[in-house]
């Protein structure tokens, strides 16, 4: 994530929690000036400010960084979660094997069935024959 990035979503924040930059810069400790140098890219983010602007905004760093909420994980059960994708995952296996045997014997049909195609060409293929050498020609 670039600096531009990191701005753009500390100044959505900011309005979406309606705070004007005086008190974003009030809060920091900087002056007005200072925080619209930062806003507009003038000025790099240090850490510590995106500390203080994630408390004051109450927001996690991480949506200030990213521009979106992590997902919670408090109170999930990974055990829990890790058998059920677990028995999904053993569910489409089994169906993909069962897919593939199905295509299979599907191939093996029409291998079959261009075997007796190929055999039925050959008997008349060889009913032609015996019948031009008799003189009888179709």
């Known amino acids: 994530m670039d600096n531009a ?13 309606k705070f004007t930059q005086e008190e974003m810069a009030h809060k920091l400790g900087i002056s007005l000036t200072a925080y619209r140098d930062f ?21 996690p760093t991480e949506e200030l960084v990213l521009g979106y909420r992590p997902a919670q994980t408090e109170g ?20 993909i094997s069962d897919l593939e045997n199905l295509v299979r014997a599907k191939d093996q049909t029409i291998a079959d069935k261009d075997d007796i195609i190929a055999s039925k060409n050959e008997i008349i293929l060889m009913l032609k024959k015996m019948l031009a050498e008799k003189g009888e020609g179709i």
Do not use: C, H, P, W
């Open 5 to 17: 990035s990191i701005k753009k979503n500390i100044r959505k924040v900011r309005k979406s929690r």
């Open 39 to 59: 806003e507009k890219g003038g000025t790099s983010i240090l850490n510590g400010n995106l500390l203080k602007m994630a408390s004051f905004l109450e927001t």
């Open 76 to 95: 999930v059960d990974i055990k829990k979660l890790q058998k059920e994708y677990s028995d999904k995952s053993n569910i489409l296996t089994k169906r």
